[in-house]
């Protein structure tokens, strides 16, 4: 098999850091580069080897997890299925070694769910990432691959990296990010489907990349079902007053809110992704002229009567761009906004926080430190409903979070003012 050793990766001063040159030999020992790409941000692989349909999975594994990338210049349908092999030797062999260590009375049990088993599969997905994103592909400027049997891969990768090409230099990225390019085209194509949003064939939100899909349904219904606030006495309707989507992302919230007749709706987001995958959602279901958007974080200028938020469920620390969706490093923005929404809410105002307590059952944050956020931020409880997830990991035993999965509860907490 073609393994040809390459120097290790020198980024160029000249090049933005996002974007370090790797380099490899090729199999006529003439140097050749090429720009890193990684919307992960994982870092420029040190050393890169030439590999194509003879390399087995076996040494293909042993050099991924050694540190070395295999740039492929076989058929693109057997590179697939060289990851997938990967994959699997990735998944069996900590399990081969749990086993092992295991003693026999507990070799069967199912491992607690607490803040341990969660840094524990944090670290394991970390290290699964690194080994599977060895394996790599070359694309043309246009960002097209030049291997037997590779499919189309421009558009998705158009809507990730951006219409222009790199200076027409040839970029390497990984097989794995590829696959998620093409996913998140695959969603952005077919869209997905929002009861909340009514019946019919406008009732689908289509995520772009790096933008958190909401395929998880149960949040949605309940900013569907909450009860909205009855403005005071004396002054203008709830369909009159303004409402704030803090992180809006998709713009589904956004739109939910606009179809049940409240606003003008202000939706904020810091990300540009989020911001054109909102307007481009609100355009095509017919609510844009409803919502203005705008890039700031968290609050836009000015009160509310209603303020709705649905930050990241878990205090984590994301290791990469697409997973600021889920983890929320300390809390920040759910500190954030509970501490900000006094200020914005107007009279007789309500702020809706949606909030999973699968951080409670992790051991990543108390009920009574998120009560006690609540009250330090001059705001009481004025009810909260709750739903029970319907993803298909929270029936899954074999997920090793499972036990906490399964208690999961997701809460609609509607929070007003304390009265002084």
């Given at each position: 098999?073609?393994?040809?050793?390459?120097?290790a990766?020198?980024e160029?001063?000249?090049?933005?850091q996002?974007?370090?040159?790797?380099?490899?030999?090729?199999?006529?020992?003439?140097?050749?580069s090429?720009?890193?790409?990684?919307?992960?941000?994982?870092?420029?692989?040190?050393?890169?080897?030439?590999?194509?349909d003879?390399?087995?999975?076996?040494?293909a594994?042993?050099?991924?997890?050694?540190?070395?990338?295999?740039?492929?210049q076989?058929?693109?349908?057997?590179?697939?299925?060289?990851?997938?092999?990967?994959?699997?030797?990735c998944?069996?062999t900590p399990?081969?070694?749990?086993?092992?260590?295991?003693?026999?009375?507990?070799?069967?049990?199912?491992?607690p769910?607490g803040?341990?088993?969660?840094?524990?599969h944090?670290?394991?997905?970390?290290?699964?990432?690194?080994?599977?994103?060895?394996?790599?592909l070359?694309f043309?400027?246009?960002?097209?691959?030049a291997l037997?049997?590779?499919?189309?891969?421009?558009?998705?990768?158009?809507?990730?990296?951006?219409?222009?090409?790199?200076?027409?230099?040839?970029?390497?990225?990984s097989?794995?990010?590829?696959?998620?390019?093409?996913?998140?085209?695959?969603?952005?194509?077919v869209?997905?489907?929002?009861?909340?949003?009514?019946?019919?064939?406008?009732n689908?939100?289509f995520?772009?990349?790096?933008?958190f899909?909401?395929?998880?349904?149960?949040?949605?219904?309940?900013?569907?079902q909450?009860?909205?606030?009855?403005a005071?006495?004396?002054?203008?309707?709830?369909?009159?007053l303004?409402?704030?989507?803090?992180?809006?992302?998709?713009?589904?919230?956004?739109?939910?809110?606009?179809r049940r007749?409240?606003?003008?709706?202000?939706?904020?987001?810091?990300?540009?992704?989020?911001?054109a995958?909102?307007?481009a959602?609100?355009?095509?279901l017919?609510?844009?002229d409803?919502?203005?958007l705008?890039?700031?974080?968290?609050?836009?200028p000015?009160?509310?009567?209603?303020?709705?938020?649905?930050p990241p469920?878990l205090?984590?620390?994301?290791?990469?761009?697409?997973e600021?969706?889920?983890?929320?490093?300390?809390?920040?923005m759910?500190?954030?906004?509970?501490?900000?929404?006094?200020?914005?809410?107007a009279?007789?105002?309500?702020?809706?926080?949606?909030?999973?307590d699968l951080a409670?059952?992790?051991g990543?944050?108390?009920?009574?430190?998120?009560?006690?956020?609540?009250?330090?931020?001059?705001?009481?409880?004025?009810?909260?409903?709750?739903?029970?997830?319907?993803?298909s990991?929270?029936?899954?035993a074999?997920?090793?979070?499972?036990s906490?999965?399964s208690?999961?509860?997701?809460?609609l907490?509607?929070?007003?003012?304390?009265?002084?």
């Amino acid at each position: 098999m073609p393994l040809t050793s390459a120097p290790a990766c020198v980024e160029s001063p000249s090049l933005p850091q996002a974007h370090p040159l790797i380099h490899w030999t090729t199999p006529g020992g003439v140097p050749a580069s090429a720009r890193w790409r990684s919307e992960r941000g994982a870092p420029a692989p040190q050393r890169v080897v030439l590999a194509d349909d003879t390399i087995t999975a076996d040494a293909a594994y042993r050099l991924a997890c050694a540190g070395t990338a295999l740039l492929w210049q076989g058929d693109f349908h057997n590179a697939r299925q060289l990851l997938q092999a990967m994959a699997r030797r990735c998944d069996t062999t900590p399990a081969r070694k749990h086993r092992k260590a295991a003693r026999p009375a507990d070799a069967h049990s199912a491992a607690p769910a607490g803040a341990d088993a969660f840094h524990k599969h944090r670290q394991a997905q970390s290290q699964r990432a690194r080994i599977l994103g060895m394996l790599l592909l070359r694309f043309e400027p246009d960002h097209t691959l030049a291997l037997r049997r590779a499919p189309d891969v421009q558009l998705a990768c158009t809507h990730a990296w951006g219409a222009a090409a790199l200076n027409g230099g040839d970029s390497v990225a990984s097989m794995r990010e590829l696959l998620g390019l093409t996913s998140a085209q695959e969603w952005r194509r077919v869209g997905v489907e929002v009861p909340a949003l009514g019946s019919g064939p406008n009732n689908r939100v289509f995520p772009h990349y790096g933008v958190f899909s909401p395929v998880r349904g149960e949040y949605i219904d309940l900013v569907a079902q909450a009860p909205l606030p009855v403005a005071p006495s004396g002054q203008a309707s709830a369909a009159s007053l303004p409402v704030f989507d803090i992180g809006t992302g998709t713009g589904v919230l956004s739109a939910v809110l606009a179809r049940r007749g409240v606003g003008p709706v202000t939706a904020t987001d810091l990300d540009p992704r989020a911001l054109a995958c909102a307007h481009a959602n609100l355009s095509q279901l017919g609510v844009r002229d409803c919502v203005t958007l705008l890039q700031t974080d968290l609050f836009p200028p000015g009160q509310a009567l209603l303020v709705v938020c649905n930050p990241p469920w878990l205090p984590a620390r994301a290791s990469s761009p697409v997973e600021h969706a889920v983890y929320d490093e300390g809390s920040r923005m759910l500190q954030g906004y509970l501490n900000g929404l006094a200020t914005h809410l107007a009279p007789g105002g309500e702020g809706w926080l949606i909030l999973s307590d699968l951080a409670e059952h992790l051991g990543l944050r108390s009920r009574a430190e998120l009560l006690a956020w609540i009250e330090h931020a001059g705001l009481t409880v004025l009810g909260r409903l709750d739903v029970r997830p319907r993803h298909s990991k929270a029936s899954n035993a074999r997920d090793p979070l499972h036990s906490a999965r399964s208690a999961e509860v997701t809460s609609l907490w509607r929070l007003g003012v304390t009265r002084g």
